[in-house]
């Protein structure tokens, strides 16, 4: 049976330097929104999926925090991307995000999402 999840998503943003590691803060965000799904897992993929485009291992322990690196679109890098990346030729940042997952419960009379 489908289940109503509630997560939100804080994602901090560093430039990356591959020699020197994390270096200035550039932004912070967050991001929140209701999935309905059959389990915490796969509401937790449809949200990053759909929220955040960006790619995490879904095949291994529910991640509720994890780090990628991305370009100036906050868009994941490539394989490509990340040699030049660790080159020199190619300004990266870090994308640490953190997740919180709320698993909803209907109250006696809800009509909506707000009710629950």
């Known amino acids: ?21 994390e270096l200035d803060y550039i932004q912070e965000y967050m991001t929140e929104d209701i999935e309905t799904a059959e ?12 929220h955040l485009y960006q ?6 322990k529910l991640a509720y925090e994890y780090n990628i690196l991305v370009d100036k679109d906050n868009i994941q890098l490539t394989p490509t991307e990340i040699k030049k990346w660790r080159e020199g030729d190619m300004i990266a940042y870090n994308s640490h995000t953190q997740l919180r997952v709320y698993k909803m419960i ?10 629950y």
């Open 106 to 115: 209907e109250t006696e009379g809800s009509e909506d999402a707000r009710d």
């Open 39 to 50: 389990t915490e897992k796969q509401a937790v993929h449809n949200f990053v999926d759909k």
């Open 55 to 60: 790619s995490i291992d879904h095949n291994s």
């Open 1 to 21: 049976m489908a289940t109503k999840y509630y997560i939100e998503a804080l994602t901090t943003v560093h430039e990356d330097n591959y020699e020197q590691g």
